[in-house]
């Protein structure tokens, strides 16, 4: 009797461990879950002030160019992933709680631009607390993932140097540019204008994560595997973003269509989107 009761309650303890355990999950997300939706509510509440209160948070009509549209792709776009990818978190979905970060990463990306570029009005303490939120979650959602079971998930579905490749790519043309912006400023000794001020530091930013992150998956380091899907996510979002923002501007504050630069932007973007696709192909299948 009591063999029959050892042999009939392991598997079922094992597979409450396995179900608690599906995520691979070191840390209680409870913390992740509060902070990101203190990320939602702060993102919110600064997109709907600059798109409905522009004359008084950006002062100018030439930041109100560059920011409203923003606002707009950020408030319908940027929000709404962030938003799925908690719930599918929370329905113990891998390809969810991959994409968190990555949906994190590129708030945390955008709002540094205006934390070092936007007017200094009453919102700064805002982005500041933006900004800080989104670095923090960030790195506590990327530590609170085990390693080792989602590289062996993994390994197999997706293709580590496809994947990479646009990372170090990216990581590595976008820092010599801020590294030849820093240069150029300090030859001809002038202060670099505010929007490539925060431009630069969004870029070191995403430049250093996107170089370790290529170089950590091209590797098969654990940690690669972790942070590949999200950086890849954030890397194929920015692009979208800036797309998005050329076609928004001409409608929201008249001018030109710039229909050059949107399609060498969608033709560098192919370069991610496709390896993107591919990758959450891949973990959705394993």
């Not at 950020?74 to 113990?92: C, K, V």
């Not at 969810?96 to 990555?102: C, I, K, S």
């Not at 501007?249 to 269509?257: D, H, K």
């Amino acid at each position: 009797m009591s063999a029959t009761s050892v042999q009939t309650e392991t598997p079922k303890n094992t597979i409450n461990r396995v179900s608690t355990n599906e995520l691979s999950v070191k840390n209680n997300l409870r913390m992740g879950y509060l902070f990101t939706s203190l990320i939602i509510i702060f993102t919110a509440i600064a997109a709907v002030a600059g798109i409905f209160f522009s004359d008084e948070i950006y002062l100018s009509a030439e930041a109100g160019h560059s920011f409203i549209a923003n606002d707009v792709v950020t408030l319908f776009i940027g929000l709404p992933i962030l938003l799925i990818s908690m719930w599918l978190t929370h329905r113990d979905k891998l390809i969810g709680l991959l994409f968190w970060p990555g949906a994190i990463f590129y708030g945390l990306y955008n709002y540094t631009i205006y934390l070092f570029s936007a007017p200094l009005t009453i919102m700064y303490p805002l982005y500041l607390l933006i900004v800080t939120l989104s670095l923090y979650t960030t790195i506590f959602l990327v530590a609170s993932i085990q390693g080792e079971p989602v590289k062996e998930k993994l390994t197999g579905y997706v293709s580590e140097r496809l994947s990479s490749a646009p990372l170090i790519f990216f990581g590595f043309i976008f820092g010599l540019r801020a590294i030849g912006l820093m240069a150029s400023a300090a030859i001809e000794q002038e202060p670099l204008p505010d929007p490539e001020l925060g431009l630069l530091v969004a870029d070191f930013i995403a430049c250093a994560a996107w170089l370790i992150g290529g170089i950590l998956l091209w590797r098969h380091q654990a940690l690669g595997y972790v942070t590949g899907t999200g950086l890849l996510f954030s890397t194929s979002m920015l692009f979208i973003g800036v797309i998005a923002v050329l076609l928004l501007q001409p409608i929201i504050s008249g001018g030109s269509l710039l229909v050059m630069d949107v399609i060498v932007l969608a033709i560098m973007g192919l370069l991610c989107f496709v390896p993107f696709v591919l990758y959450v192909r891949g973990v959705v299948k394993s």
